[in-house]
């Protein structure tokens, strides 16, 4: 067996995140801990990128604040996430939105998917 994927298969952790894709819009529970205090903090935006593999697996969240945009990559493994929650699917045609970056105002929104029903 190859040693890299060993390793990566040691260091896996059964987290049940659900399952999310870039152009959706979802809500990450980070923990922060400042001193000897520890609280929740969320961070809400769209998905930009999901990249790498095991246990290296990251992904990538962009938020406006304040007229800035703010990015934030997060580790899947990270022992700090305490959940995630998927607020809308969105409609992308690429696996990678660099292009936000440049976009402002409405241009910058991305279409929500529409989910049929069983009925």
Known sequence: MDAIKFVHEQMQSERNFPEFFPGDNIVVNYKIIEGDKERIQAFRGDVIQIKGQGAT???????????????????????????????????????????????????????????????
């Open 57 to 119: 697996r990251t992904f990538t969240v962009r938020k406006m604040s304040n007229g800035v945009g703010v990015e934030r990559i997060f580790p899947f493994a990270a022992p700090t996430i305490v959940d995630i929650q998927v607020l809308k699917r969105g409609k992308v045609r690429r696996a990678r939105l660099f292009y936000l970056r440049d976009l402002v105002g409405k241009k910058a929104r991305i279409k929500e998917k529409k989910v049929m029903s069983g009925k």
